[in-house]
């Protein structure tokens, strides 16, 4: 498997920019707003027609959810430990996935 580069940095810089974003225009902290704004941003990357476009609004999709969890949180919608579990269960949830569990199928990780 290749290794991968640190994107430590930049991943909490893109987070801390998301909270200071969310701070600075308190917008709706609804489900419903969550789920549109997000869904909204998945859109433009399936739209996108460069790979510099894709990464550009993939990103702009991993802001969107940081300053997203900012908003759920300061406005009670959840914690910031519902953030943390929901986080730590995506991540086992992928971890424990192996070719003898899983395949691909037209170009998606499936259950086999």
Do not use: C
């Not at 990357?45 to 300053?67: C, G, I, K, N, Q």
């Not at 943390?84 to 070719?99: C, D, G, R």
């Not at 170009?107 to 086999?112: A, F, I, L």
């Amino acid at each position: 498997m290749q290794s991968h580069p640190n994107y430590q940095p930049e991943i909490m810089s893109l987070f801390e920019e998301a909270t200071d974003f969310a701070q600075r225009f308190p917008i709706d902290a609804t489900l419903e707003a969550m789920k549109r704004l997000i869904a909204e941003e998945a859109i433009e990357v399936a739209l996108a027609t460069t790979v510099e476009h894709v990464l550009e609004e993939t990103a702009d999709v991993l802001f969107v959810t940081f300053s997203r969890y900012a908003h759920g949180i300061e406005s009670g919608l959840f914690t910031n430990e519902d953030v943390v579990e929901a986080l730590n269960n995506v991540i086992a949830k992928n971890a424990a996935k192996t070719p003898d569990t899983h395949t691909v199928f037209k170009n998606k990780v499936v259950r086999r």
